[in-house]
C-alpha cells in the first residue's frame, strides 16, 4: 500500500541552516521547496513547530501542501490508479482540479521535456499552443474533445499559412492526438475523446520546380542580374535544391560540415544524421561567411519574400518557398531514376515520404502525355 510521510532533510541545509521538507511516497522523494530550521521541526509529527518565527506565514502553506497530499493518496487507494510522481506534484502543489484537469499549454511544455523531441518539433508544439489559445483561453485537457478539435481545425483552415497546404492542419491534429496519447498513459483521460477524429494525409500537393524551371533559375544566377540579397537567396536556395537540406539546416551548414565530398549535417527536425555527396554545382555555390559559415543567409520570412520575387524575374508562376527546394530535390531525384530508397536515405525520410514524390512524378508523366492527344487532334 501506497504511504506518505512528512521528512526535514537535515542534511541538506543552506547558508542559513535552514533545510527542506520533503514528502516522502513509497520510494519517491518529492521536495516541497519549503524550507525551516531544525529547531523549528517536530520530526516524529512531522510538523511545523509554533515556536518558529513566521509560524502563522509558514505553517498554513505547509499544512494545505500536507492536507493535499494526504489526500491524492487517499484518492490512489480508493480509485486505484497508478501512482505518478507528476500526478501527485500538481495534486500538491496546484489543487486537486490541476492534477485531475490540468493546464493544456503547460501539458504540452511537461510532454515536449519528457518526450526528449527535437527542437524543429518543439518549434512545431510552440505554434500549436498559439494555435489552441486562440480557439479557447486558457484550455485544460478535459477541453479536449471531438467539438474542440472541429473548432481548431476550422481555425485552421483560415491561417493564411495553413489555406494552402492540408496537411500542416493533418500534422497539427496528429500532435494534438500524441497528446492525448500521452494523457492516457498518465491516467489523465481514460479514453481517447479524438478517437473519431479522421486524418487521411493530402499527397500530391508538394509544390516543386520542374526540370525547366529549375535550369531556368541555374541560369539566372550565373547571368549575376539579380540584386544583391536576392543573388545570395537563390544561391542557397540552389544548394539546397541540389542537396534537400532545409532551411534550418542551410543556415547553420559550416564549412566543417562538408567531408570527402560530400555535407554531413544532423538535420535539426529529425535528429537524423545525413551524408548528401555534392555535385560540381552545389559545391561551386558555396561562399563562406562569418564563423565558418558556407552561406550569408537572411530570416525565413525574408527569404521566401526574395523567392518570390525571383520567380516573378525568372516567369514561374508558382507560389515557391524555401521549403520548395527539398520537394524539388526529391522530385527530380525520382524523375531522373534515382531510387526510392536512395531518395530517402538523402533526404533522411522514410519511403512512405518519398513515394509522395514518385506519385507526383507519375501526375507529371500523364500531364505531359496529354500534349499527344493535342497533336493527334
Same mark, same amino acid.
Given at each position: ?11 541538506? %541545509?543552506? #547558508? ?15 521536495? #516541497? ?40 493518496? &487517499? ?12 500526478? *501527485?506534484?500538481?495534486?500538491? *502543489? ?9 493546464? +493544456? ?11 526528449? +523531441? ?8 510552440? $505554434? ?49 492526438? %500524441? ?12 479514453? /481517447? ?16 520546380? #520542374?526540370?525547366?524551371?529549375? #535550369?531556368?533559375?541555374?541560369? +539566372? *544566377? ?26 534550418? /539546416? ?13 555535407? @554531413? ?5 529529425? /535528429? ?5 555527396? +555534392?555535385?560540381?554545382? %552545389? ?36 507560389? @515557391?518557398?524555401?521549403?520548395? &527546394? ?13 531510387? $526510392? ?16 514524390? %514518385? ?19
Amino acid at each position: 500500500m501506497l504511504t506518505l510521510r512528512t521528512y526535514l532533510r537535515t542534511g541538506r %541545509a543552506n #547558508s542559513q541552516g535552514e533545510c527542506i521538507i520533503y514528502f516522502i511516497v513509497g520510494d519517491e522523494w518529492i521536495s #516541497s521547496t519549503l524550507k525551516v530550521h531544525p529547531d523549528y521541526w517536530d520530526g516524529a509529527n512531522g510538523i511545523i513547530l509554533k515556536k518558529h518565527p513566521k509560524y502563522y506565514t509558514v505553517n498554513p502553506t505547509f499544512q494545505q501542501m500536507k492536507g493535499r497530499a494526504e489526500q491524492c493518496i &487517499s484518492n490512489y487507494h480508493t480509485s486505484g490508479k497508478q501512482f505518478t510522481r507528476q500526478h *501527485f506534484e500538481q495534486f500538491v *502543489f496546484d489543487g486537486q482540479e490541476a492534477a485531475e484537469n490540468p493546464c +493544456l499549454i503547460k501539458f504540452i511544455d511537461e510532454y515536449c521535456d519528457s518526450m526528449n +523531441l527535437s527542437w524543429g518539433r518543439i518549434k512545431h508544439y510552440k $505554434q500549436l499552443k498559439k494555435d489552441i489559445i486562440t480557439v479557447k483561453a486558457r484550455p485544460r485537457i478535459l477541453d479536449i474533445n471531438y467539438a474542440f478539435a472541429i473548432k481548431l481545425q476550422s481555425y485552421l483552415r483560415t491561417k493564411k499559412d495553413a489555406i494552402n497546404n492540408a496537411n500542416t492542419i493533418i500534422r497539427k491534429m496528429r500532435m494534438m492526438k %500524441a497528446l492525448v496519447h500521452h494523457a492516457q498513459k498518465l491516467r489523465i483521460l481514460l479514453e /481517447d475523446p479524438l478517437i473519431n477524429v479522421k486524418l487521411k494525409e493530402i499527397t500530391g500537393t508538394k509544390k516543386h520546380l #520542374s526540370a525547366d524551371e529549375l #535550369s531556368i533559375l541555374e541560369n +539566372l *544566377f550565373k547571368a549575376g542580374t539579380l540584386p544583391g540579397n536576392q543573388q545570395q537567396t537563390l544561391r542557397y536556395f540552389l544548394f539546397s535544391c541540389y542537396t534537400a537540406l532545409r532551411y534550418s /539546416d542551410i543556415i547553420s551548414l559550416k564549412l566543417c560540415d562538408i567531408k570527402n565530398g560530400s555535407v @554531413i549535417t544532423t538535420q535539426e527536425k529529425t /535528429d537524423k544524421p545525413v551524408s548528401v555527396p +555534392l555535385i560540381t554545382q %552545389a559545391q561551386e555555390l558555396i561562399s563562406p561567411g562569418i564563423n565558418g559559415l558556407c552561406f550569408k543567409t537572411f530570416t525565413n520570412q525574408a527569404t521566401n519574400r526574395f523567392l518570390k520575387e525571383i520567380m516573378k524575374t525568372a516567369d514561374i508562376e508558382k507560389n @515557391i518557398t524555401y521549403h520548395c &527546394s527539398r520537394h524539388t530535390f526529391g522530385t527530380l531525384s525520382i524523375f531522373w531514376g534515382i531510387p $526510392q530508397e536512395v531518395v530517402a536515405e538523402l533526404m533522411g525520410v522514410n519511403l512512405k515520404t518519398v513515394k509522395i514524390y %514518385a506519385q507526383i512524378v507519375d501526375q507529371v508523366k500523364v500531364r505531359e502525355m496529354m500534349k499527344w492527344e493535342r497533336k493527334a487532334m
